[in-house]
């Protein structure tokens, strides 16, 4: 076993400086020898002192702790991140009555589980730890990112102190933490495209919209949208990294569940990115916006008692055909017989049930092949495409003979009639407003004539036309 002392040694000109002497029992020729070795500690000492500077230095909280864990050195910038003032003891470690400490998580840690335990016990660096601190009296709590460095005896080889440097992340925690919550609350997740290596990393948020999938690369991703869109968005990828081009695309994602649902996926060229090569954006669920805007475009469009169309919808639609190169058409004006009768004596809410019953029997009449429309009151548009050439007479009677049949609402039941007038395109007029008041005519003529009948727009019923203006 070695002795070691340190004194203070005196040079020639007086001045003193500090010797390290090391001294060991030894035999030598079967003598009983003393051995010592002196070594000038003074470079040592200049060393330790601007190592203390360099420490002091850094913004970086430092905290030099033995294999007890106890606080051995700690600088200003650890004081302070720590909420400890000059002269306050940092106390033996962390874990005390005075402290506690969580994971990321939130769970508390023993401890064994420390960074700097683990650092000395494994022999291993253990780098950017996140950890929780919790002050129990002053009540503060801190988030840290710390990395511990072990430090190895020089005989032993053992760890027996640890160098632990941390920074103070508690605002960059908190707002990561807002952040995910708002995400979560709002529906929207980030996501971003590197172009060199068409990888792709998702926030927590987007990739949960997206089923939880394992998504990394620009192919997969575009593989949880459903095919046409998928290629749309891969498009656009695209071209936001060559064109610098934002872009926003409503998207439907491949879904195992049978409600339909939408994403908005919205992404720009990363301007702060000298390479260009990173496009960043946001994946939102506008579901609920989609199911709103259908249900008010339904709306703009639907007759709020019956559920036909409306007459602007179908005015619409009368134009687009006959702006195409679809094949002929049929307008069939369609007005109950006697209806206002019915609607005086029993009533306005017999008469809209009526009503929503003879949009039932127009709707099954017509089929799939018609559109079907109340102009409002008691009078029915059908737009019928013309199959053959007497398609539409067909239809004309079967909706008649639909009509016809005893309505039964409550106890009451009756028998109504109805009275149609057809046009056709082209023959009968080019514009939608031109067949629609033809028909209009040739119902009027059907219904002068005998209830319960069609009547086809002439060139007869025309002329008496002309010729009562």
């Known amino acids: 076993d070695s002795y070691v002392v340190e004194v203070t040694n005196m040079r020639a000109d007086g001045t003193r400086f500090p010797v390290e002497v090391h001294s060991a029992l030894i035999e030598h020729e079967g003598e009983p020898r003393i051995v010592a070795v002196a070594r000038d500690l003074s470079s040592r000492a200049d060393i330790e002192r601007r190592y203390a500077d360099l420490i002091e230095s850094v913004d970086k909280g430092i905290v030099v702790q033995d294999s007890s864990d106890r606080v051995l050195q700690i600088n200003s910038a650890a004081m302070r991140i720590l909420g400890l003032a000059p ?5 033996a470690g962390f874990i005390s009555d005075r402290w506690l400490v969580v994971d990321e998580h939130g769970l508390p840690m023993t401890r064994e589980q420390l960074p700097a335990t683990v650092a000395r016990t494994s022999g291993k660096v253990v780098e950017s730890a996140v950890i929780g601190l919790f002050n129990l009296v002053s ?4 988030w840290l990112s710390v990395t511990s460095i072990p430090h190895f005896h020089p005989q032993s080889g053992s760890a027996d102190q640890t160098v632990s440097m941390f920074s103070d992340i508690t605002e960059l925690k908190r ?3 807002m952040f995910k919550r708002i995400q979560a609350l709002a529906g929207i997740g980030g996501w971003e495209f590197n172009r060199n290596d068409a990888g792709i990393h998702l926030s927590d948020g987007a990739r949960e919209m997206l089923g939880g999938a394992a998504i990394s690369t620009l192919e997969s991703f575009c593989a949880r949208f459903n095919e046409q869109d998928g290629r749309r968005l891969a498009a ?3 071209a936001a990294h060559e064109d610098s081009r934002p872009f926003t695309l409503d998207l439907r994602p491949m879904d195992d569940a049978e409600e339909e649902r939408w994403l908005r996926v919205q992404g720009e060229v990363d301007r702060k990115d ?3 090569r990173h496009v960043t954006g946001t994946l939102a669920d506008i579901t609920h916006n989609k199911l709103v805007e259908n249900t008010l475009r339904r709306q703009a469009r639907t007759d709020p008692l019956t559920g036909l169309l409306n007459r602007d919808a179908v005015l619409d639609e009368l134009v687009a055909h006959l702006a195409g190169t679809a094949p002929r058409l049929a307008v069939l004006y369609i007005d109950l017989d006697r209806f206002k009768i019915i609607n005086d004596v029993l009533g306005h809410n017999v008469g809209d049930r009526l009503l929503c019953a003879v949009a039932e029997r127009l709707r099954n009449a017509a089929g799939g092949d018609a559109l079907c429309a109340r102009l409002g009151g008691d009078e029915f548009l059908v737009l019928c495409r013309m199959r053959t050439p007497d398609s539409h007479i ?3 009677e079967a909706i008649l003979a639909a009509i016809a049949r005893p309505f039964r609402i409550d106890q009451e039941e009756f028998s109504i009639s109805a009275s149609i007038g057809i046009t056709e395109s082209p023959r009968d007029g080019t514009d939608a407003s031109e067949l ?6 040739a119902m009027y003529d059907s219904k002068r004539r005998a209830y319960n009948g069609w009547q086809s727009y002439s060139e007869d019923l025309a002329r008496r036309q002309r010729d009562r203006l």
Do not use: K, V
Not at 436 to 441: E, F, G, K, L, V
């Open 87 to 91: 002269g306050d003891s940092p106390l």
């Open 274 to 276: 000298p390479s260009g």
């Open 175 to 177: 707002d990561s933490a």
């Open 394 to 396: 067909q239809m004309a």
């Open 139 to 142: 009540q503060q709590f801190w």
């Open 436 to 441: 629609i008041q033809n028909a209009d005519a």
């Open 236 to 238: 656009a990828m695209i």
